[in-house]
Nanobody, 126 residues
């Protein structure tokens, strides 16, 4: 079992950058693949990025490809989401999620993840 806590959200201007952190508890963190999702007001939660157990494989939504970078440090039980060239449409609550039972092929699906953080708000002003 793992517990996830996000941090690093805030208010930033268009074109700015933020780095979100996801801190995990649990000794088997390296067994989990981690995803980032986001939910804007009035919209459904959507996939943003995911990273494999060892960090060698990543995946991004088309809307953030080339602007966001997901990374992890298993020794520190940390996953990061570096967000550059932020746009107002990136405004949302961002959640990290983890799972070790399902398959990498389901990484973009909310129901593939058993463990979720509480979320951190990102607001991009125009």
């Amino acid at each position: 079992q793992v517990q996830l806590v996000e941090s690093g959200g805030g208010l930033v201007q268009t074109g700015g950058s933020l780095r979100l952190s996801c801190a995990a508890s649990g000794r088997t963190f390296s067994n989990y693949f981690i995803g980032w999702f986001r939910q804007a007001p009035g919209k459904e939660r959507e996939f943003v990025a995911a990273i494999s157990w060892g960090g060698g494989t990543t995946d991004y939504a088309d809307s953030v490809q080339g602007r966001f970078t997901i990374s992890r440090e298993n020794a520190q039980n940390m996953v990061y989401l570096q967000m550059n060239s932020l746009k107002p449409e990136d405004t949302a609550a961002y959640y990290c999620a983890g799972d070790h039972h399902t398959t990498w092929g389901r990484r973009r699906l909310e129901n593939a993840y058993d463990y979720w953080g509480q979320g951190t708000q990102v607001t991009v002003s125009s």
